[in-house]
């Protein structure tokens, strides 16, 4: 048989090329916007057929393909305005009262806490619940976590740079709730050889990518908190217009 010139084995390959990818991935590179960078599928990666490594991993972490997570500091004017509006109102407003009931109870239900260090292997949805019962024994109230929900609505609403999609809105959620509890801290002392005493600190965080922040922000949108947003996030911006003082300058 004869062998193809160099010019047609080039042609095959890239035919071959083109039936692996399929119909749906005709394009090797990544779909955001000057990146440039191979598909995960076009790479031998994984199945990702629109996206690179680089951003799925982003879509993982965050929420989105391209928007970073909301930082702290853009958030907490939004905290301070749901958390005075929900204290406002905690007691005579009958939505408001059911979801932080709800709340209450998914905490109670969440079951025991684990050291962070033994959530090795653990399925998402037992890391999420762990998560939630976490927040139970550090004593976090479900007023507060009703109150970071309205907040990452709020400003999820009135960002223009954020993504409209639930998806994005639920890691967030999860986020900013993770940080009131998310970490095992040990502190001991050791006495060295000379017998000098040192401290010693152990900070484990776990990991908060991918599923787990899925699963929590699942748990953390009963469907009583969702009517509360429903109802309640224009009070709460409204709210923000009327108290919140830009900060001075100084
Ligand atoms: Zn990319």
Known sequence: MLQ?????????????ENIRLGPLAASAKCAIPGCGRQTMKAARQGLAPHHCRRHVEHRQRHGSYWRPSFKASELRPFITAATAYVGLRAANDKFIAAAIADMGRALEDAGPVELAT???????????????????????????????????SALTRTDTTAPRTREFRTVQIAKAIQRLASGTHRIWEVEDHQGRKRRTEMHVYPKSTGRVLREMGRMLEPPSLELVVEKHVAGVLAHRQRYGRPRAAS
Do not use: F
């Open 4 to 16: 193809p010139s160099g010019k047609r084995a080039k042609r095959r390959a890239a035919l071959k």
């Open 118 to 152: 033994r959530l090795k292997g653990m399925s998402a949805t037992k890391r999420a619940k762990i998560g939630l019962a976490r927040l139970r024994v550090e004593g976090v109230p479900p007023q507060r976590i009703v109150s970071i929900v309205l907040a990452v």
